[in-house]
């Protein structure tokens, strides 16, 4: 019985050293929110939809061209807010980048992150990935009051915000496309 305990808290502690140790700890929080990223994320019911009404805000993408969001105004938009050194935002960056490829002309991604555009965009290279991403450079809209990332916000072309999600999800899901495609107002 007492070898048994010796054994779980030898464990332990490995896990606790493990996790201390950020070249071991990042590539495990990846995997964990791997995990998390598997959830399509929820819909959020039609009396409690925010509406986003003021669309000014600049954003300097990572090539350096400045973009309005009031130009997509009317338009189906994702916001994801990111960052590359953040494990649950590497971890649903795959379904992001997928979302993404089939999706590109028909919705507006802006995928913003505070970090220098260099870094962004090494990050980006490194791992294949093919959207842009922009650098805040006006405050943003008041609807999107981001405290943790990574946050996701679909907006309709109304300007309702049909998801708000914090934390990794599966962007690429059947939910999720069936979601596009009907306020796209396509078949299913």
Partial sequence: MKSNLNFKNIIFVIFIVVMLVPQTRKPIQIWLNKGLALFSPSTIDEN????????????KSTSGGLVNLENYKG?????NFWATWCPPCIAEMP???????????KVTFVFVSNESPADVQK???????????????????EVFDVTSI???????????VIIDKTGAANWSSKEVRKTLDEILGEEI
């Fill in 123 to 141: 990050f980006l290279n490194e791992k294949g990935y093919t959207f842009e991403s922009y650098r805040p450079t006006t405050a943003s809209p």
């Fill in 95 to 105: 379904s992001m980048q997928a979302l993404y490829k089939d999706y590109k002309d």
């Fill in 150 to 160: 990574p946050r996701t916000f679909l907006i309709d072309k109304s300007g309702h």
């Fill in 75 to 79: 338009q189906v938009i994702l916001v």
């Fill in 48 to 59: 409690e939809q925010q509406v986003l009404t003021d669309y000014h805000w600049v954003l």
